[in-house]
Each structure stands twice: as structure tokens, then as C-alpha cells.
């Protein structure tokens, strides 16, 4: 088994690799890969040193599955490339998403969207994973009709800039050594005691790409193009891990114990809901750790059939690394044993 790591020196690179390794994912040979800049440097993996190679070297090493975390712009450039030769690519990138021969997955969802013939693959947004795997069994069950969304995105999201920035700014505030203040930063304004109503670029009808993800990934994994969604994204100066505030209205009444149930059924979903104990989801509970956090959950009696749910987790693991991982496990189970 060859498997291919696609920007392994960056944040959700080196996150896939932690991954792998604690999945323990059969890996018999490891091929890393990242930009020209970065070839020739060394990554332990397994305690074993491991070169990092170009991609296209890694492409001639034909290997099994390739993970990537290279950015869109390497992705549409490199990732057919890797699928030219057989090997099964798993892309985190925006640049496969909503290519409607592109599987869009989250295995707890749809695996069953990947075949033998399938070579690319796509990881959802980090914010899109988190909320349907909440809402997917809702959805089962009652059927969504309408979202209302409000994100609180962590700067872990925005990669090391945004990080460094909120680093940058709280050492500046607080009088201490101020630390690498070379990179550029990753928003227009102040993020540190802020809130940014900004996720991703502005679009001409003054949504932005990450709210127009949310809206277009749920839909395809969901698999239905007639759920109604609005959503509204925010940066917080928080390091890792997503918050969300989503309003649901289904289509058939439901029981919120029922909703309760259904939620703890789902496997990789964590229910944290005890107002008497002041218990739900928090991200720096959250951070590290593979599950998807769910609390507060209540009726919205402003309408029929409505509920609000706060959904937490860790954007670099299952919002990124974790599911990319368990798409190559799904992978190795099914097309190779």
C-alpha cells in the first residue's frame, strides 16, 4: 500500500500524517510530498525519516492514494495527473467539490458515492462536515426543509497566517516579544478581541465562498437541491475549532427526544446537552479530538417544526485530516482487500 501525503509540510498536511499514524492506516510505503521550496527537507514518520519529494516525482511513484492538502491552483493542476495513473485521489481543496462526477464525502454519509472506477474524491469544507454530520440523520428521519447558519470560525481555518496573526496581535497587545510579524496577515482588520462577519472572498451578491460552501455542499451531500439555506460565516479569535449556530425547520414534526436519540446514534457525533450542569459543546473542548460536538438542542417555536442545534469540532481533524483519512481507510477496506 503506497500512499501519498500532497502538502505534507503544511497545517492540514502535517495534521493528515498525526492521523494516519494514529488511525493506524497500512501504510507500506509513505511517500511525502510538497512545493519546490520545500523539497529535500525531513519528516518523521513512525520514526523513520522521510524525504520530501516533488509531486511530480510522487506522481511517477505511482501510488495507491494520494491525499491532498496543496491548495486549489495544485490540485486542478496535479491531482488528474495522479488519477491518469489509477491512483485515488483525495483532494481537500475547493477546486473538485461541486464537480458533479466528483464525489463529495463524508463516510458516515456517503461513502457509498465512491466506486471502483471513481480516481477523485473530494473533502468538504471544514464547516460543511461538522453541520451535516448532525443533520444527516434529521434529515433522514423528517427532512429538512430550510437552515439558517451562523458560523464562528477559528483562525486555524484561514492555515499558519491566520494563526500568526492572531499571535502577532495578542503579543502586541500584552507587551510581549512579538513573533513572526513577516507573514502577511490573513484579514483586512484586527482579529484579535474582534469578530470578522467574513469567511473566504466577497461575491456579487455579497455572500462570501464560505457561506456559498455551506450552502452548496450541504445540498450535495444531503443529496437534496430543495433544501432551502442561508448562512452567515464569522472569524473569532479563537486558535482551533469551529462553532455553529444552525436553525432547522423540517418538514415533518419531530419529538426532541427523538432528535436526541438519532443524534447519539450517529456514529462520530457527540452529544454535550445539559443546561443544569451548564454543559455543551465548546471548541477548546473540542480541540484535538475527531468527534462532532452537539448541544443546545431546542425547539424554535417561532415556527412549525423547528429546531436549533450548536455544533462543535476540531477543523483540522474531522473537518479536514481526520475525514480525508477515514476516505483512504474506506478506500483500502473496500477496493483493496
Request: net charge negative.
Amino acid at each position: 500500500m503506497k500512499i501519498a501525503v500532497v502538502g505534507a509540510t503544511g497545517l492540514v498536511g502535517s495534521k493528515m500524517l498525526q492521523v494516519l499514524d494514529e488511525q493506524q492506516v497500512q501504510i507500506d510505503k509513505l511517500i511525502v510530498a510538497a512545493s519546490e521550496r520545500s523539497v529535500g527537507k525531513e519528516i518523521v514518520f513512525k520514526e523513520k525519516t522521510h524525504r520530501v519529494v516533488s509531486v511530480d516525482e510522487a506522481i511517477a511513484l505511482r501510488p495507491d492514494i494520494a491525499i491532498f492538502s496543496a491548495g486549489a491552483s495544485a490540485s486542478k493542476q496535479y491531482a488528474p495527473k495522479f488519477a491518469e495513473n489509477g491512483t485515488f485521489v483525495i483532494d481537500n481543496s475547493s477546486a473538485w467539490r461541486m464537480e458533479p462526477n466528483v464525489p463529495l464525502v463524508v463516510p458516515e454519509i456517503n461513502a457509498d458515492t465512491i466506486t471502483t472506477e471513481t480516481r477523485l474524491i473530494a473533502n468538504p469544507n471544514c464547516s460543511t462536515i461538522q453541520m451535516v454530520m448532525a443533520l444527516a440523520p434529521i434529515h433522514k428521519a423528517f427532512g429538512i426543509k430550510r437552515l439558517v447558519i451562523a458560523t464562528y470560525q477559528s483562525v486555524s481555518g484561514s492555515g499558519i497566517k491566520g494563526i500568526n496573526q492572531l499571535n502577532v496581535e495578542e503579543t502586541k497587545h500584552s507587551q510581549l516579544p512579538t513573533l513572526n510579524s513577516q507573514l502577511p496577515p490573513a484579514y483586512p482588520h484586527q482579529i484579535y478581541r474582534n469578530i470578522l462577519p467574513h469567511g473566504g472572498d466577497f461575491c456579487e451578491n455579497g455572500y462570501t465562498t464560505e457561506e456559498e460552501k455551506l450552502v452548496n455542499e450541504t445540498r450535495k451531500i444531503l443529496r437534496d437541491n430543495n433544501i432551502a439555506i442561508t448562512a452567515t460565516v464569522c472569524r473569532v479569535p479563537v486558535t482551533g475549532g469551529h462553532s455553529e449556530a444552525v436553525n432547522v425547520e423540517t418538514e415533518r414534526p419531530f419529538e426532541l427526544e427523538e432528535v436526541r436519540r438519532l443524534l447519539e446514534a450517529m456514529p462520530g457525533v457527540v452529544v454535550q446537552d445539559d443546561p443544569t450542569r451548564n454543559l455543551y459543546p465548546m471548541p477548546i473542548e473540542a480541540y484535538d479530538k475527531d468527534d462532532v460536538f452537539v448541544g443546545r438542542i431546542r425547539s424554535d417555536f417561532s415556527v412549525a417544526n423547528g429546531l436549533n442545534l450548536w455544533i462543535v469540532s476540531d477543523n483540522l481533524r474531522k473537518g479536514a485530516a481526520t475525514n480525508a483519512v477515514q476516505i483512504a481507510q474506506y478506500i483500502i477496506n473496500q477496493f483493496f482487500k
